[in-house]
């Protein structure tokens, strides 16, 4: 009769380890699992609200636009016009800076159209002798709204002519390098004023 031999202490702690690691790893994976289906049904969730409100949203900006004050509305009145171009004369040169004792940026813009320019944003290059750029920048030249700040100029009228000072001290040009610099300038947005109906 053969007896029965008995389990060694280190591998009934192997088998032991072993198995709190499996359950251990099917417990995760159910968590995990749990998890996802979760995250599932909230980003559903998530993304069907967004939906609907975005879609709302732009369903109700007529709306909402009806229900702006008078004055909002009319700044917010105009139309891109590319062909009003022809109407305005824009010209940049670059004067004396008395702090920098450079020379500093300035643009000439005239309307000589019949519409109140509302938006006016211009491309401005300080060219070499080779006429390759030297530096570049957007100044925006007439806005919706005139405010103390010196980015927000105001609209342009019919016949007004407008001088813009550049104010940025990087755009400013040493002295000693002045006479070699040559200013280009082109229109790159136009937005015309429209009364709003009933005005």
Do not use: C
């Amino acid at each position: 009769m053969t007896g029965h031999t008995r389990m060694s202490p280190l591998t009934a702690l192997f088998i032991g380890l072993f198995g709190v690691g499996a359950v251990g790893i099917a417990s995760g994976t159910l968590v995990v699992l749990y998890g996802m289906r979760i995250i599932d049904t909230k980003a559903n969730e998530v993304l069907g609200f967004a939906d609907n409100t975005i879609s709302k949203t732009i369903d109700g900006l007529p709306a909402l636009f009806d229900s702006l004050p008078r004055a909002v509305e009319e700044l917010l009145s105009d139309r891109r016009a590319p062909e009003y171009a022809a109407n305005l004369d824009v010209a940049a040169d670059f004067v004396v800076d008395e702090r920098s004792k450079g020379r500093r940026p300035v643009l000439t813009i005239t309307n000589k159209g019949s519409e109140v320019v509302s938006f006016l944003a211009v491309r401005v290059a300080a060219l070499d002798t080779r006429r390759l750029p030297i530096r570049e920048w957007t100044e925006v030249v007439a806005t919706p709204i005139a405010l103390e700040d010196g980015d927000w100029r105001g609209p342009l009228f019919p016949g007004d002519t407008r001088y813009a000072v550049v104010s940025s001290s990087w755009r400013t040009v040493p002295a000693d390098r002045a006479e070699q610099v040559i200013p280009a300038v082109e229109i790159s947005d136009i937005r015309i004023w429209q009364p709003s109906e009933g005005l």
